[in-house]
């Protein structure tokens, strides 16, 4: 089976950096997402990390550790839009659309 | 292009009635792909395809069934509906070659 955890709620200030964590542990494994969801959204896709390492794009980054089973999506000069539900999902092979997802982060960014 | 559509966006359904969940997409991907989204938690899988005339299980499939008859649909039915599968329910597709997945815009299902 497949277990992801992630932290139920964060908050964060308006133009500082916040980190959000990812752990899983999977029966097989071929890569990480993360997701944005706005509230009464649906997901949309932000990042997809199948090797280790830092992955950039713009304010956003995603790290992972395959050894040590773990993600996280971080977000730089955060803006009140960024407020939303963080998803991390996890691919046990090349097919995206079979992919098991954590409960989400819900983040919200206070002025 | 207009994605992937879903229909319809709202529904209410009785205890013990049947009904499909439409979802469409033209962007010619092999992978499609049904989820339910119940309050405060992430997505579960509850069927897939990786073509046409071929679909799969996911974590959560009893009580729905779907086929793939087209590259472009992916019908969700629903055989006698129950309060436990009152949720939001999105479907995704995704190409073959990639690993991006396009969600539509959520049906949200009350089953009283």
């Known amino acids: 089976g497949q277990n992801i955890d992630q932290p139920t709620e964060m908050t964060a200030t308006e133009g500082a950096i916040v980190q959000i964590n990812c752990t899983y542990q999977?029966?097989?494994?071929?890569?990480l997402f993360w997701y944005q969801q706005h509230a009464g959204e649906a997901p949309t896709f932000l990042s997809y990390?199948?090797?280790?390492g830092l992955e950039e794009k713009g304010r956003f980054s995603s790290f992972l550790s395959r050894s040590k089973g773990y993600s996280y999506l971080l977000l730089k000069e955060l803006q009140m839009k960024d407020s939303a539900s963080y998803l991390c999902?996890?691919?046990?092979?090349?097919?995206?659309?079979?992919?098991?997802f954590g409960d989400g982060t819900t983040l919200t960014v206070k002025p | 292009n207009a994605g992937v559509t879903q229909t319809p966006k709202f529904q209410v359904l009785k205890t013990g009635q049947s009904m499909t969940l439409q979802c469409a997409q033209d962007m010619n991907h092999e992978y499609m792909s049904w989820y339910r989204q119940d309050p405060g938690m992430g997505l579960r899988l509850i069927h897939y395809?990786?073509?046409?005339?071929?679909?799969d299980q996911g974590e959560v499939p009893n009580g729905y069934n779907v086929s793939r008859s087209t590259t472009e649909d992916f019908p969700l039915r629903l055989l006698s509906a129950a309060p436990s599968q009152t949720s939001v329910y999105f479907c995704?597709?995704?190409?073959?070659?990639?690993?991006?997945?396009?969600f539509g815009p959520g049906t949200r299902l009350t089953v009283t």
């Open positions: 995704a597709s995704s190409p073959r070659t990639g690993y991006e997945q396009y």
């Open positions: 999902a996890v691919s046990r092979n090349t097919n995206a659309g079979k992919s098991t």
């Open positions: 395809s990786v073509g046409a005339g071929i679909t």
């Open positions: 999977t029966s097989g494994f071929n890569g």
């Open positions: 990390n199948v090797l280790d």
